[in-house]
């Protein structure tokens, strides 16, 4: 009787693993044939950063573009958006993030890379917190959905992230 569950045991764990490397290859093929940015000359955008992964030991993030609005620039878009109903009352704190275009671009990510956190509450005297890139994987795998609502000034050249400032959203 033990032998047979030993069997069936070593049977499951074998088929888990099988579907686990499966569904590696399949992820990871999917990822390299993503559309990667490159040769773009300057990047100065401000963007969500929706997803970031690792291909042959270099890291990327995939970011979805947006338009950074504020006053009554930020009043008027919103309320041609739709967002609201009364100018009034549009872009209450005076900003208006505007996205009205989902795609994302993908871009390298230089291992030297700056990033620069805002929202932490572990600030130095200049109310700014740097952090790694691992530090800034780490957090993303953490608490994913938190980091891709977080705006970010992401500078760089020809497809590679130099910067990742996050902006402070009064």
Not at 74 to 84: R, V
Not at 104 to 118: G, K, L, N, S, W
Not at 145 to 163: A, C, D, K, L, Y
């Amino acid at each position: 009787m033990n032998k047979k569950r030993i069997i069936i045991f070593v049977a499951v764990i074998l088929a888990i693993a099988l579907v686990a490397v499966l569904w590696r290859t399949f992820y990871k093929e999917e990822i390299t044939t993503t559309n990667l940015t490159a040769d773009t000359g300057p990047i100065n955008e401000t963007a969500y950063i929706k997803n970031i992964f690792e291909i042959e030991a270099k890291t990327y993030a995939e970011i979805d573009m947006v338009e950074w609005l504020s006053g009554d620039e930020a009043k008027n878009a919103a309320l041609a958006d739709g967002d609201c109903m009364d100018l009034q009352y549009c872009a209450p704190n005076g900003i208006y993030i505007r996205n009205t275009n989902t795609d994302t671009q993908t871009f390298e990510i230089d291992p030297a890379v700056v990033i620069t956190r805002v929202s932490d509450f572990d600030f130095d005297p200049t109310g700014i917190h740097r952090i790694t890139l691992e530090e800034f994987k780490t957090l993303f795998r953490l608490d994913a959905v938190r980091v891709q609502n977080m705006p970010f000034v992401i500078t760089g050249n020809n497809g590679i992230i130099s910067r990742l400032n996050e902006k402070f959203l009064p």
